[in-house]
């Protein structure tokens, strides 16, 4: 129903800066949400920042205040603005949407992120 193409992703130094892209693909759909989650090796994926069709967002504290979300629902593509980023950031970030209320999730396909002198 839907496919999701991620890019934005690299090498970026700590301090510096990177935004992502997610673009949905496909026909018969509505997105109600759309979220970004990162996973770290080792580590567990986690929420980073969601926002709602009415563009309500959520961030995970540990990126508030440096990262933005937000979405062009025309264009069907959510965005992650990424600032000030810590060598901590650094995990493949996936893209995630939901068509529905009870809807499953649709994952695109990962994009690596490295922060690092």
């Known amino acids: 129903q839907v496919q999701l193409v991620e890019s934005g992703g690299g090498l970026v130094q700590p301090g510096g800066s990177l935004t992502l892209s997610c673009a949905a693909s496909?026909?018969?759909?509505?997105?109600?949400?759309m979220a970004w989650y990162r996973q770290a090796p080792g580590k567990q994926r986690e929420s980073v920042a969601t926002i709602t069709r009415g563009g309500s967002t959520n961030y995970a504290n540990s990126v508030k205040g440096r990262f933005t979300i937000s979405r062009d629902n025309a264009k069907n593509t959510v965005y992650l603005q990424m600032n000030s980023l810590k060598p901590e950031d650094t995990a493949v970030y996936y893209c995630?949407?939901?068509?529905?209320?009870?809807?499953?999730?649709?994952w695109g396909q990962g994009t690596q992120v490295t922060v690092s002198s």
């Open positions: 496909g026909s018969g759909f509505t997105i109600y949400t």
């Open positions: 995630n949407v939901r068509l529905g209320l009870l809807a499953p999730d649709h």
